[in-house]
């Protein structure tokens, strides 16, 4: 098989990790290594912090409280507004809205 301008033996051209042979499935390059589907998106891909799902390339995502969200996860933790955006707290990592961030609920 030819991948990375080399040609390979079907069984030695593996996932970095698993070392499992890519064969003709898709692969990611990694600091110059071939990962399987699985094993990159398990090492470095990025989830969601509200929905626990993969941000995927193209999707509309943000960066608070350190976290990566789906735009239209980042909602207050307890009356679900979006937070896009928006003025947001943050109580024991979890994005508030003013009006919550302040109550006693």
């Known amino acids: 098989m030819h991948a990375l301008k080399m ?3 079907v069984h030695c ?9 890519i064969r ?3 692969f990611y390059m990694e600091e ?6 699985r094993d990159y998106e ?22 608070a409280l350190g976290f990566s969200w789906h735009d239209t996860c980042f909602v207050c933790a307890i009356c679900q507004i979006n937070l896009e955006g928006k003025t947001f707290y943050s109580k024991k990592d979890k994005p508030l809205c003013k009006s919550h961030a302040f109550s006693h609920v």
Do not use: Q, S, V
């Open 7 to 9: 040609t390979w033996h």
């Open 13 to 21: 051209f593996t996932c970095a990790a698993c070392k499992i042979p």
């Open 24 to 26: 003709n499935r898709a």
């Open 32 to 37: 110059g290594a071939p990962y399987c589907e």
């Open 42 to 63: 398990k090492m470095f891909g990025t989830k969601c912090r509200g929905c626990d799902f993969k941000i995927d390339a193209g999707d509309r995502f943000l960066e």
